[in-house]
């Protein structure tokens, strides 16, 4: 019996020394944030275990972060606790005017916006012209020959501030600011297609979608010198107020093909020109112009069946976008989206204050924190990393839970985090929100411990002098979240 209990007792001390060996979950935490990196960063960490919401480990947790693209995880919980996951939006093909026994609608043809972040080629096996091709050709296929009147650009549904005022004046021609309307196109941008030729040549630029909504001043050269090409490189923008597409530079003349996608100046007139050409090689002429709504409509139930198209998409798909790509632009579509549905017109303002309304049912103290977009691109948004927890806390016990858990990036499987924890014992165990401003690195969401485990996690970094040594120590966390047996 004693030797029986000595046995007992070196087993036990033989675990335990293993076990310290390894470290317990605190203290690798501790160990990740001791290293030289993090102690020149602000750093801010909690974790909870779920669902009852033990707080496991805290550090700076109750203070204020500038959030990055955590934001995203308010925007997409506020919009599934607001419009539910069965929530779709719903594009609109009308006839304001009668169509005659000739096939011409004497009047004008409406297309109504309802939000959708969708109207692309994102869905379509990338065919940017896949949706207004297809209209076009429906109502060709209806008997529609003319349009007496104008083809106008319901984007009422949303205010026509199309930009956060916080924004970066000098970024808003980048893909990661564009416009946010109530009727919007190829996610707000149109695609730049950047060739070399000759030396000595203009270089080939074209545009997708090609149309006359767009003016390009082409001055990029092609040339066989590397190291002049490399200095002056290409310079692409897109002056503000215009749709006038600036290309210039030095392109080395062995380089690839590239895409680069520029924000369009009032993306209501986008949609509704490519509309238009689109309806014109179906055979189809639009007598009047392409126009703005003057005055925000009612929603129209009733028209001729003939001119009456409805396009739907879903909410869960575009906050799939939005969190696993981290994609903005779907981000504060939704945002504008939830505040139309609570508050009757979508703006940044309504989009925000239906936010603010969710967190309070979150928990989380009016007040104490700054939302100032949907999807994180302002510096001026502050968030901690107790008030995330407790969002993710919530979202994880919430009816639409799982829509929320599985809108987020798997380590190793999804693209923001495609290229993180990605080896067999750690990939898909992690799905979190990314995000990175300059100075900034942040990632919150949920660990799947390999003992049975659920913890939700906050990792929120600022004043970082190096994203890379950042995201190092993150990961270095995440794996101590995955690997550690929680008491």
Not at 98 to 112: C, F
Not at 206 to 231: C, G, H, M, V
Not at 263 to 271: A, D, F, G, N
Request: aromatic share 8%.
């Amino acid at each position: 019996m004693k030797r029986l209990t000595v046995l007992c007792v070196l087993a036990s001390l033989l675990v335990t020394a293993a076990t310290a060996a390894r470290g317990d979950l605190r203290t690798r935490i501790d160990a990740a944030l001791a290293g030289a990196d993090a102690k020149r960063m602000t750093v801010g960490v909690r974790v909870l275990e779920l669902p009852a919401g033990k707080v496991l480990y805290s550090v700076r947790a109750g203070e204020l972060f500038i959030p990055a693209s955590n934001v995203k995880i308010i925007t997409a919980a506020s919009a599934l606790h607001h419009l539910t996951p069965e929530f779709t939006f719903r594009t609109l093909i009308w006839a304001d005017g009668t169509l005659d026994k000739n096939g011409t609608l004497r009047g004008d043809l409406v297309i109504q916006g309802d939000g959708d972040p969708n109207i692309s080629g994102r869905f379509h096996d990338g065919d940017i012209l896949h949706l207004p091709r297809t209209w076009a050709k429906i109502l060709h296929t209806r008997g529609i020959r003319h349009v007496t009147g104008d083809l106008v650009a319901d984007d009422t549904i949303f205010d026509r501030q199309y930009t956060c005022p916080t924004w970066p004046t000098s970024q808003l021609h980048r893909w990661y600011a564009a416009p946010v309307a109530g009727l919007s196109y190829n996610d707000g941008c149109v695609d730049v297609i950047i060739s070399p030729t000759r030396s000595g040549q203009p270089a080939r630029v074209t545009l997708e979608p090609n149309t006359r909504y767009f003016q390009l001043s082409n001055d990029l050269i092609t040339t066989s010198d590397f190291a002049l090409a490399k200095k002056e490189g290409i310079y692409l923008s897109r002056p503000l107020g215009t749709n006038r597409i600036i290309v210039r530079g030095k392109l080395y003349h062995k380089a690839a093909s590239r895409r680069y996608y520029v924000t369009v100046h009032e993306p209501p007139l986008y949609l509704a020109t490519v509309l238009a050409e689109q309806m014109s090689q179906a055979g189809i002429t639009v007598r009047g112009r392409v126009r703005l709504a003057a005055k925000r409509r009612k929603r129209v139930a009733h028209t001729d069946a003939r001119v009456h198209i409805i396009h739907s998409s879903s909410l869960v798909d575009s906050i799939n976008v939005a969190n696993k790509r981290s994609q903005s632009f779907y981000a504060e579509q939704i945002l504008k989206r939830t505040g139309a549905a609570c508050f009757g017109r979508g703006t940044f303002e309504t989009g925000i204050k239906s936010a603010r309304a969710f967190l309070v049912a979150a928990g989380v103290r009016a007040g104490s924190y700054v939302l100032a977009d949907g999807g994180g691109l302002s510096r001026a948004s502050r968030l901690s990393p107790q008030q995330l927890t407790d969002v993710l806390k919530h979202a994880y016990k919430a009816s639409w839970g799982r829509e929320f858990v599985n809108s987020l990036s798997r380590s190793g499987i999804d693209k923001s985090m495609r290229k993180r924890l990605a080896t067999a014992e750690y990939r898909g165990k992690i799905a979190a929100k990314t995000g990175t401003l300059n100075g900034v690195v942040t990632l919150s969401g949920y660990a799947f411990n390999r003992h049975g485990k659920v913890l939700a996690f906050s990792v929120l970094v600022n004043r970082s002098h190096s994203n890379w040594a950042a995201r190092r120590f993150t990961d270095e966390i995440c794996r101590a979240l995955i690997d550690e047996r929680i008491p």
